[in-house]
């Protein structure tokens, strides 16, 4: 038997799953768009990890050390004190560094799967 994610998510709730806060996941089709019809109060979020993997698995080898350096400007997780909007800044310097060499990265304001979309 073949189930959406839409499914997977109801056999959740009927398994005796209530709600939870958050459910984070990386491009699993469909699942964003389903969650909110199962559970209308849960947040979802991009995966951060798959977000920089996916955009490294894009960049040359002479380039991976210093765009996952920049990555690191962007996604501070160890800085309690790192707000939204030095976030943007960050993303907004890592776009217009590497934007013009990795079309993927010069696209991410435009991407479904946006960076922007992580800080929300």
């Known amino acids: ?3 959406g994610w839409k499914d997977v998510l109801y056999m959740l ?3 005796g799953m209530k709600s939870t806060n958050l459910i984070i996941a990386d491009g699993l089709t469909g699942l964003e768009n389903s969650i909110p019809q199962v559970f209308p109060k849960v947040k979802f979020q991009k995966c951060v990890v798959h977000f920089k993997r996916n955009i490294l698995n894009k960049v040359a080898p002479k380039n ?11 996604f501070k997780t160890n800085d309690l004190y790192y707000t939204k909007e030095q976030a943007m800044k960050n993303v907004d310097s890592f776009i217009s560094k590497w934007g013009k060499d990795y079309k993927r990265i010069s696209n991410l304001k435009k991407l479904n799967f946006s960076i922007y979309k992580i800080f929300y």
């Open 64 to 74: 991976k050390l210093e765009v996952a350096q920049d990555l690191k400007e962007v």
């Open 1 to 3: 038997m073949r189930y």
């Open 13 to 15: 709730k009927e398994s």
